[in-house]
């Protein structure tokens, strides 16, 4: 390759490259991450000059959003099925892990009167628990 033929290219490609990196980065999802998102966002722009910007819409507007590729990144609550990922060309990882508070809206129970054990909450997620188990009349339990 002679020189001339050379610097059009890698000028071209320079050029190519910087357009791809001077636009605003888009993402969209989950409200549970939004705070510490925000967080994120500033001191990324802090140290880059790069521009991030998050609509935080709830997890299933971010991955309706992400699969349209209407953003650039989704996040949610749930991670999606591997299968689903593959079928798209998308990864998934954690980013941000929060806790989960049970709440219970029983007739004639008293603030902690129940007591939630790790493994009662595991099964109860899992699907293994269906019946809250009480004296009380029988109703499905259900996580949402």
């Given at each position: 390759?002679?020189?001339?033929?050379?610097?059009?290219?890698?000028?071209?490609?320079?050029?190519?490259?910087?357009?791809?990196?001077?636009?605003?980065?888009?993402?969209?999802?989950?409200?549970?991450?939004?705070?510490?998102?925000?967080?994120?966002?500033?001191?990324?722009?802090?140290?880059?000059?790069?521009?991030?910007?998050?609509?935080?819409?709830?997890?299933?507007?971010?991955?309706?959003?992400?699969?349209?590729?209407?953003?650039?990144?989704?996040?949610?609550?749930?991670?999606?099925?591997?299968k689903e990922l593959?079928?798209?060309?998308?990864?998934?990882?954690?980013?941000?892990?929060?806790?989960?508070?049970?709440?219970?809206?029983?007739?004639?129970?008293?603030?902690?009167?129940?007591?939630?054990?790790?493994?009662?909450?595991?099964?109860?997620?899992?699907?293994?628990?269906?019946?809250?188990?009480?004296?009380?009349?029988?109703?499905?339990?259900?996580?949402?």
């Amino acid at each position: 390759m002679t020189k001339h033929f050379k610097l059009p290219i890698i000028f071209t490609a320079l050029v190519v490259a910087t357009q791809c990196f001077a636009g605003e980065t888009r993402g969209a999802g989950s409200t549970f991450v939004s705070p510490v998102m925000a967080k994120w966002i500033d001191a990324y722009k802090a140290k880059t000059g790069n521009t991030v910007s998050y609509q935080s819409v709830g997890s299933s507007i971010g991955v309706g959003l992400i699969k349209k590729a209407a953003v650039d990144f989704g996040t949610s609550d749930m991670p999606l099925d591997p299968k689903e990922l593959d079928k798209l060309g998308m990864v998934q990882f954690p980013i941000v892990i929060g806790g989960v508070v049970p709440v219970v809206n029983i007739a004639g129970v008293k603030p902690g009167q129940i007591q939630f054990t790790g493994q009662l909450l595991a099964d109860i997620y899992l699907g293994k628990v269906s019946n809250r188990g009480t004296t009380r009349p029988s109703r499905r339990s259900i996580p949402i």
